[in-house]
């Protein structure tokens, strides 16, 4: 499973655009990038996937270069709700995604 | 209701004692998941399953057991409690496809004393 390496933490304020880049070098030819979001005192829940270029929903954007190394999340003017963990996951539906510690965002007012 | 749910919400139990967390899916998955989480970390796959009868170990499987005799339901059981299995529990499913879209409970927070 390729492993992936996003920041433990990233503080915000409200109405920017929030950036998360996530790192993972050993990405397979199969393997998509998965974000989740997670609150606190819930489940994660799925936020965007993408296996190149960029995806759009919703909720955020996912930027994947040509080569496939990193991605980054973009949440568009975020607000207080938010604040979160997000949590990049490398896998190609084979077998089960490997959660990280993920990146904790804080969104200030 | 159509979803995934957990129960119990909120368990105490003393150390030695055998607890079994239960999860139930409506949507016939066929993957499902059990992770911990400890406070502040992230998740940690303890077992999973690709279908009924067939279980596979996580990252943390140590001292837990599970069961699939059917495809909606997967029961975690801690044969033992120990203080160290104190944590959150969240079951997750999902059906393997286009997307990894993992659709998660609302979690069983355990407490060991």
């Known amino acids: 499973l390729a492993k992936t390496t996003q920041p433990i933490s990233m503080d915000s304020y409200e109405g920017q655009e929030v950036n998360i880049t996530c790192s993972h070098n050993n990405i397979a030819t199969n393997d998509y990038i998965t974000w989740y979001q997670q609150f606190p005192s819930q489940g994660p829940r799925f936020i965007i996937q993408g296996y190149k270029t960029k995806v759009t929903n919703e909720v955020a954007s996912l930027f994947i270069p040509a080569d496939r190394k990193s991605s980054t999340l973009s949440l568009p003017r975020v607000s207080l709700s938010d604040t979160a963990v997000y949590y990049c996951?490398?896998?190609?539906?084979?077998?089960?995604?490997?959660f990280g510690k993920g990146t904790r965002l804080s969104v200030i007012a | 209701d159509a979803g995934i749910t957990q129960s119990p919400r909120y368990k105490i139990t003393e150390t030695g004692r055998q607890v079994t967390l239960m999860c139930h899916q409506t949507?016939?998955?066929?993957?499902m998941f059990w992770y911990r989480q400890d406070l502040g970390h992230g998740l940690r796959l303890i077992y999973y399953s690709a279908a009924a009868d067939i279980t596979d170990k996580g990252e943390v499987p140590d001292g837990y057991v599970v069961s699939r005799s059917k495809t909606e339901n997967f029961p975690l059981t801690l044969e033992s409690a120990t203080r160290s299995q104190t944590s959150v529990y969240f079951c997750?499913?999902?059906?393997?496809?286009?997307?990894?879209?993992?659709?998660f409970g609302p979690g069983t927070r355990l407490t060991v004393t």
């Open positions: 997750a499913s999902w059906d393997r496809g286009q997307t990894n879209e993992q659709y």
């Open positions: 949507w016939s998955h066929s993957y």
């Open positions: 996951l490398v896998g190609s539906g084979n077998t089960p995604l490997v």
